[in-house]
């Protein structure tokens, strides 16, 4: 197995991933214990419970928007203080503090809605998120043309949404920062997980009825520069209302 | 922290865990001031409860809090539920800082209210600034507004909100 070439002690490979950030909220979402490992630009984020503690090499990886190779290998307790043991791991406290170091992301998918074209990229759960709670607001909204009424709340440059459908029980919560939404979480009453990233648009934009919109400002955003897959672009191009992806 | 502990068990329906890392956990089934179920530790009942609060003052490091819905026998009114999907939020809200989740849970747990004592919402529209908050309220139904400012308040004065003026 692949395990067997990588390290006999490190534990076990569970998944292959391409996208880097597709792998690290895996990691998150299932709480890992063990390592997500880049075999080029080489890269090893020890994780715990989903939290990163360490990582060492080369954090270029996460400005590759594809191909690159990915596996998350899960460990036990020995094998994990076995390989932080290693002298070139730097030390993480948070998604943040590791989010913080990396400068650049590229971003493979989005929501064309009325012909624009808004990225988005999971990299926070929208709800982790801290707002200014000194200066915010909410609005019951009647809305009949979906597209139009999340277009005009997409347009902000920097705004954090909780979004409520009375009618039909949904609840999609969003974080734009700079004009690119950075979190997007749909729940749904059926639904056990939460779905994340662009297809979280896929059910609201046909969703008309009654929405309570609450709104505020996120108190800070992470200093990334996001760098838009030109491949959605072209995509977009093609797409009136939709999710497009890379 | 211990007194919002205090607050979730005298305003909510919840069921509880708490856990200090590398410390003591338990969990506690607690409804509108009543202490249903209670274990930390080795202890039960009333005394679990005190020794998790004193426990909890004297732990300066970050505390798991995780919230379920009580069990089902204790959770018969719908009011009750509104109150403790905000209280539950907010709590956790003093473990991290605010989320815009935390607001929008305020925002429908305050609505649900209204709906439960018999007002069909008809328009609404809510901004705060600064502790003050300006409500826009429009509803079918027969609430007076210091009853509805009333509501508002307890469900947004976690948030720091202090009055609330027609607007």
Same mark, same amino acid.
């Given at each position: 197995?692949?395990?067997?070439?990588?390290?006999?002690?490190?534990?076990?490979?569970?998944?292959?991933?391409?996208?880097?950030?597709?792998?690290l909220?895996?990691?998150?979402?299932?709480?890992?214990?063990?390592?997500?490992?880049?075999?080029w630009? /080489?890269l090893?984020?020890?994780m715990?419970?989903?939290?990163p503690?360490?990582?060492?090499?080369?954090l270029?990886?996460?400005?590759?928007?594809?191909d690159?190779?990915?596996?998350?290998?899960?460990?036990?307790?020995p094998?994990?203080?076995?390989?932080?043991?290693?002298?070139d791991?730097?030390?993480?406290?948070s998604i943040?503090?590791?989010?913080?170091?990396?400068?650049?992301?590229?971003?493979?998918?989005?929501?064309?809605l009325?012909?624009?074209?808004?990225?988005?990229i999971?990299?926070?759960?929208?709800?982790?998120?801290?707002?200014?709670?000194?200066?915010?607001?909410?609005d019951?909204?009647?809305?009949? /043309?979906p597209?139009?009424?999340?277009?005009?709340?997409?347009?902000?440059?920097t705004?954090?949404?909780?979004?409520?459908?009375?009618?039909?029980?949904?609840?999609?919560?969003i974080?734009?920062?700079?004009?690119?939404?950075?979190?997007?979480?749909?729940?749904?009453?059926?639904?056990?997980?939460?779905? /994340?990233?662009?297809?979280?648009?896929?059910?609201?934009?046909?969703?008309?009825?009654?929405?309570?919109v609450?709104h505020?400002?996120p108190?800070?955003?992470?200093p990334?520069?996001?760098?838009?897959?030109?491949?959605?672009?072209?995509k977009a191009?093609?797409?009136? /209302?939709?999710?497009?992806?890379? | 922290?211990?007194?919002?502990?205090?607050?979730i068990?005298?305003?909510?329906?919840v069921?509880?865990e708490?856990?200090?890392?590398?410390?003591?956990?338990?969990?506690?089934?607690?409804?509108?001031?009543?202490?249903?179920?209670?274990?930390?530790?080795e202890?039960?009942?009333?005394?679990?409860?005190?020794k998790?609060?004193?426990?909890?003052?004297?732990?300066?490091?970050?505390?798991?809090?995780?919230?379920?819905?009580?069990?089902?026998?204790?959770s018969?009114?719908?009011?009750?539920?509104?109150?403790?999907?905000?209280?539950?939020?907010?709590?956790?809200g003093?473990?991290?800082?605010?989320?815009?989740?935390?607001?929008?849970?305020?925002?429908?747990?305050?609505?649900?209210?209204?709906?439960?004592?018999?007002?069909?919402?008809r328009?609404?529209?809510l901004?705060?600034?600064?502790?003050?908050?300006?409500?826009h309220?429009?509803?079918?139904?027969?609430?007076?507004?210091?009853?509805?400012?009333?509501?508002?308040?307890?469900?947004?004065?976690?948030?720091?909100?202090?009055?609330?003026?027609?607007?």
């Open positions: 197995m692949m395990v067997m070439d990588i390290c006999w002690s490190c534990g076990q490979l569970t998944h292959k991933y391409k996208n880097m950030l597709n792998a909220n895996y990691a998150r979402s299932k709480g890992l214990k063990g390592k997500i490992s880049v075999k630009p /080489t090893d984020i020890l715990v419970d989903g939290v503690i360490a990582y060492k090499g080369d270029t990886a996460f400005s590759i928007g594809r690159v190779d990915i596996s998350i290998i899960e460990m036990s307790d094998e994990l203080i076995v390989e932080s043991n290693d002298k791991y730097i030390k993480l406290d943040e503090s590791l989010l913080s170091l990396i400068k650049e992301v590229v971003v493979t998918e989005g929501v064309v009325e012909g624009i074209l808004f990225p988005v999971h990299l926070f759960e929208p709800g982790s998120v801290a707002v200014d709670d000194k200066k915010w607001g909410s019951l909204l009647v809305v009949d /043309t597209v139009l009424t999340l277009k005009d709340l997409l347009m902000a440059d705004m954090a949404y909780n979004i409520v459908s009375v009618t039909d029980r949904w609840v999609l919560d974080v734009i920062c700079n004009k690119v939404v950075i979190g997007a979480s749909l729940s749904m009453p059926e639904q056990v997980e939460p779905i /994340t990233g662009a297809d979280a648009f896929n059910y609201p934009i046909e969703s008309p009825g009654k929405w309570i609450t505020a400002k108190l800070s955003c992470p990334i520069n996001f760098k838009i897959d030109r491949r959605i672009v072209e191009k093609n797409v009136v /209302t939709g999710v497009v992806k890379a | 922290m211990v007194s919002s502990m205090q607050k068990k005298d305003s909510s329906c069921k509880i708490v856990e200090i890392p590398k410390g003591k956990r338990g969990s506690f089934v607690v409804c509108n001031g009543t202490i249903h179920d209670a274990k930390w530790g202890l039960k009942g009333e005394e679990a409860w005190r998790m609060l004193d426990d909890l003052k004297s732990s300066p490091k970050l505390v798991n809090i995780l919230f379920y819905p009580p069990p089902e026998e204790i018969l009114l719908e009011e009750m539920s509104a109150d403790a999907l905000v209280s539950s939020d907010v709590a956790s003093y473990v991290a800082s605010y989320g815009i989740v935390s607001l929008g849970k305020a925002v429908l747990g305050f609505l649900h209210q209204l709906e439960a004592l018999g007002a069909d919402v328009e609404f529209r901004k705060v600034d600064n502790g003050t908050a300006r409500l309220v429009e509803i079918l139904g027969d609430i007076p507004w210091d009853r509805i400012v009333e509501i508002a308040l307890r469900y947004l004065s976690d948030f720091g909100i202090e009055r609330i003026l027609p607007g």
